[in-house]
């Protein structure tokens, strides 16, 4: 495709997303732990670098009043959770209960992207979605051996069968060609998916791919718009590191509505996260904020932002949990914040 034939992609791109999704908004992953317990992890994972030398996969895990006290704050600032996420190896009750206790205290429900697991055993009450980490279309049984495309298309059927919504993960820059846009397309068009969250890689020490330069922002283009233009109405994330802010207006010109990825309290508030939301306000209405402390603190309330209330159930005992872990939660809270605040005020 000729630079010239892009850009008329990107204007049409842009257009169908405005028609569907008049507002950017931030999300994130929210991540359980750092240990993956397939056999043979990803090949461009930082997990598969740290998975020899973590002798107790149980301390790799996050405790749940941290997962909960980032939750809350990712509905203050307006930072949808894009899907709650982990290594393999969680089993279907340890992710009821985590998933259950963070339906409840934001109040939504959430997506789901914890590999294959029995979805009858799952409380689907407060799962709206499940997400597929498919990775890559190109040289899968070398760069992801452990995680069968069958059996994540398989659990993805079953789920849209069950009524949830579903989407998968896409990392760009894992030696795909133009040609494996076609394969995505048709993906999708087979999943009959709901959204579609695509990475640039970010080349981890100690893989093959640490050496690998990333993909470019035109390329990243091409991949985007040719998804808007073949689903007007899919949801399309877009994941860039800080090193890569520049990406961001042209993706969302391209037909990303969502902009994910970013280390939340690392760059909350400094010039970093000013940068990101002029980029994004150049191009399009902003919900939710990276830079405003006082949303984060609680002090004032956010105007903007693409959570709904649900109702959400959940039983006696995941309330009870979140009491006893509340004076924890607080604790993580305002840890946190002070983080944030250090940072925000030397502007690193």
């Known amino acids: 495709m000729k630079v010239e034939e892009l850009l008329e992609n990107c204007i049409k791109a842009f257009e169908i997303t405005n028609k569907y999704y008049p507002y950017v908004s931030f999300e994130r992953a929210l991540f359980l732990g750092w240990y993956c317990d397939l056999k043979e992890p ?3 994972c930082y997990m598969s670098v740290l998975k020899d030398k973590i002798k107790d996969p149980l301390k790799a895990r996050r405790s749940l009043s941290s997962i909960l006290a980032e939750a809350i704050l990712m509905k203050r600032i307006g930072w949808k959770l894009e899907f709650i996420s ?3 190896g969680y089993k279907e009750d340890e992710i009821n209960k985590i998933v259950e206790a963070i339906a409840y205290v934001q109040k939504c429900k959430q997506y789901l992207n914890v590999g294959v697991v029995d979805l009858d055993k799952i409380n689907l009450d407060v799962v709206e979605g499940v997400v597929g980490a498919v990775e890559t279309l190109r040289d899968r049984e070398k760069i992801c051996p452990g995680k069968s495309l069958e059996k994540i298309k398989d659990n993805l059927i079953k789920a849209k069968d ?5 989407g998968i993960t896409i990392i760009l820059g894992l030696n795909e060609r133009e040609e494996d846009i076609e394969k995505l397309l048709n993906l999708i068009e087979e ?4 959204r579609i969250t695509f990475y640039s890689l970010n080349p981890q020490k100690g893989t093959i791919f640490e050496n690998k330069p990333s993909i470019t922002t035109i390329e990243y283009m091409r991949w985007v718009s040719s998804v808007r233009l073949e689903f007007p109405k899919i949801k399309i994330i877009t994941g860039v590191w800080t090193d890569k802010i520049p990406m961001i207006s042209p993706l969302i010109m391209a ?11 690392s760059i909350y508030g400094t ?4 940068w990101i939301e002029k980029e994004i306000k150049s191009v399009k209405e902003l919900y939710g ?7 984060l603190k609680g002090i004032k309330k956010l105007e903007k932002t693409p959570y709904k ?3 959400i159930k959940v039983g006696e005992e995941t309330v009870e949990l979140i009491e006893n872990l509340k004076n924890e939660i607080n604790e993580k809270i305002e840890n946190y914040i002070k983080k944030v605040e250090k940072r925000a005020i030397n502007g690193s």
Do not use: H, Q, R, W
């Open 162 to 166: 069950l009524g949830l919504k579903t």
């Open 309 to 311: 209330d649900e109702n």
């Open 271 to 274: 010039k970093y996260a000013y």
């Open 191 to 194: 999943l009959d998916l709901d």
């Open 86 to 88: 982990g290594g393999y």
């Open 289 to 295: 904020t990276m830079t405003d402390i006082d949303v």
């Open 255 to 265: 037909g990303s509505n969502v902009i994910t990825k970013f280390p939340l309290f």
């Open 42 to 44: 990803c090949k461009f």
